[in-house]
């Protein structure tokens, strides 16, 4: 969920696009969801309140615009040439983003706008059908491989695999420790092989 | 995380004390965690409100005081014969509770609570801690039966097989399908049997 989009095309209404999307990340970093205020991000952006308020709505408008932006943005997905070393990668990925001092707050305030707000739950929700997209791809190289049947469905392993990192993180509020994901990479790959999934 | 607590002593302490954690849950039923009010809480439990703001101070104390005691609620742990059958029944329970008009928005509100505050965070924590140690009796059972090896972590196979549902209803936003339910508790239990967990 980095900022940044070099690869948009230019333009005024682009740049004021991105101005206020990198205003909306860094007070979310800084303030999380319930200090973020449209106010600060028009100061913070240089753009005009009135123009932030037009266009954005308010701060779940704000948070849905960045999420729109964060699910285009490339995602590293490891290629360790096992499925093990795949699998355990992503999951890895997905714990270290939220130990991540400048990414973690912000993509914890996701979760959470997503919790109280159903627009920004719409957008988290089109954010993570891309992420899975995304990852599956870890999985279809595995197939291809011979690593797992053909008839697996691939994004439910990408779910099963990072589910217990979120679980332990915004439902038991438990930390998670490298092992953890590992574990629970393994988890989902040991039910792939098993048929399960 | 249903009302209710005959179990515990009587005495006009104990009798506010349950009225105002029913009105808490009944407000949360209603309202959600964004709706709730000390001042709703005392009107509907008929305590004064000087009273409640002392003994519970504002919503998060509230919340974490009606968890503590949802946490000593007991739970209808299956119990089919089979590992199969039992670990399925849990996260089928996890499943229902959320799909249940009145139970499902008081326990969103819980989770969404404690994204938001940290004394309803370690009060969540404290609640899943012991909800991990009833559920773990299912997978304890299956280790008696010779079902699971006796090295497997029984807290973490509860862990992996509800984890998916959470991450569906509060991370991606999906639905939740009792064949997903299925799934996820097939899946750890092969993560089991394969020695991973």
Redesign the interface.
Known sequence: MEAGSSKRPGGRSARVRDAVRQATLAELAEHG??GLTVERVAERSGVHKTTVYRRWGNVEGLISDALELAKDEPWPIPDTGTVEGDLRGVVQLVRSGFDDPELGPVS?AF??A???NETA??A??QF?VAR?EQSAEVVRRAVARGELPDMVDVR?VV??A???V???L?????PVSERDAD??A??????A??G??
Request: proline share 2%; hydrophobic share 55%; no cysteine.
């Open positions: 969801y319930t914890s979760v959470a997503a919790m109280q739950a719409r988290l929700h993570f899975h439910e779910r099963v990072v589910a217990p979120y679980y332990r915004f439902v038991a509020h438990e574990r629970a393994d988890a989902a790959l040991a039910a092989r098993a399960v999934l």
